[in-house]
């Protein structure tokens, strides 16, 4: 338990302290505030593969498969989310790779929405309201 397990890659313009960001010890979270002056953008190695919004009572999901082990952009980042004064952009990123002509690449994303979904306020809420969700 000594050594580092979590790498996280933050923008210029990204503050640590910025109070629409909550660093739990199992989950991140980012509200988006239409009042914020200046952007955000985080990324990270999500290894779970999912990552979620609730808005209004509903709950959008996006779920991505991370790949171990995988060379991922923006300092191993397979998951970003950027936010500013009008929107909050969820992005999952697929592993570096270098392809020949003809060769493909093929990224799924699965997208999930939920009507009725109570906001989580804490990283209990989230393990009580989302989780069951995505099972």
């Not at 997208?111 to 906001?119: A, D, H, K, M, R």
Request: hydrophobic share 35%.
């Amino acid at each position: 338990g000594l050594l580092p397990n979590r790498m996280v890659a933050l923008w210029p313009y990204s503050k640590m302290n910025d109070p629409r960001v909550y660093w739990g010890e199992r989950y991140m979270v980012l509200k988006q505030d239409s009042s914020a002056k200046t952007p955000f953008k985080i990324g990270v190695p999500n290894l779970d593969g999912w990552a979620g919004y609730v808005n209004g009572g509903h709950l959008f999901v996006k779920r991505h498969v991370h790949i171990d082990g995988a060379l991922y952009p923006d300092y191993g980042s397979s998951y970003e989310t950027y936010t500013c004064n009008f929107m909050l952009e969820m992005e999952s990123l697929s592993p570096l790779a270098i392809l020949e002509p003809g060769e493909s690449l093929e990224h799924m994303e699965e997208w999930l929405l939920f009507s009725g979904v109570e906001t989580p306020e804490t990283e209990e809420d989230i393990d009580r309201i989302i989780l069951p969700l995505l099972k």
